[in-house]
């Protein structure tokens, strides 16, 4: 509605068109941006995980044992890597683990795989699904960021759009003023 404050424009949102700024634009884009970006870095980080939990084909399994651990802050938590030890052609074979926040059981029972041509080259299969997690945080984090993006692509020129509010010509806006229809 006009009120008569001059053309119909001046009564429309003035705020939309501040809105629609480079800068404006380029903070709104920056949320959406950040949970793709976390999603996509999480989702590698469960990928890379689950590379070090799986059986490696032609690899030999066996169990060893958990012979201490180290560990390390990483000022929101306190981390641990696993000092696994087992035996591999009469010889005792230890190996660091990827950190992990499971308080280690020193003593306790670890499934490894390990390459038989060079058995420092090993993996510590009991920490099973511990890649889900990061993993599907990932996909969730890309959906989200994804989902968001689309929405606010679709509330900025969409929603707002002064082409879709009522009144408005097609023809008599591209000239440059706005026609009310009866």
Do not use: C
């Amino acid at each position: 509605m006009n009120n008569g404050r001059g053309p119909a424009e001046s009564s429309y949102r003035p705020w939309i068109r501040n809105f629609r700024s480079p800068v404006a634009l380029a903070l709104l884009s920056a949320g959406p941006v950040i949970f793709i970006a976390v999603g996509i870095w999480s989702l590698l980080t469960g990928v890379g995980i689950k590379g070090q939990v799986e059986p490696v084909p032609g690899w030999r399994q066996t169990t060893g044992w958990i012979a201490g651990f180290h560990t390390s802050n990483t000022g929101r938590e306190l981390t641990y890597s696993r000092v696994i030890r087992f035996r591999a052609d009469g010889h005792v074979v230890s190996f660091t683990t990827p950190t992990n926040s499971a308080v280690p059981v020193v003593g306790a029972a670890a499934q490894v795989s390990y390459d038989p041509s060079n058995p420092a080259d090993a993996h510590d299969l009991s920490m099973g699904s511990a890649w889900e997690t990061a993993f599907y945080v990932g996909i969730a984090g890309l959906l989200l960021g994804v989902a968001l993006m689309a929405f606010l692509y679709w509330l900025v020129f969409f929603r707002f759009s002064p082409t879709r509010q009522a009144g408005y010509s097609f023809m008599a806006g591209e000239a440059g003023r706005h026609v009310r229809r009866r």
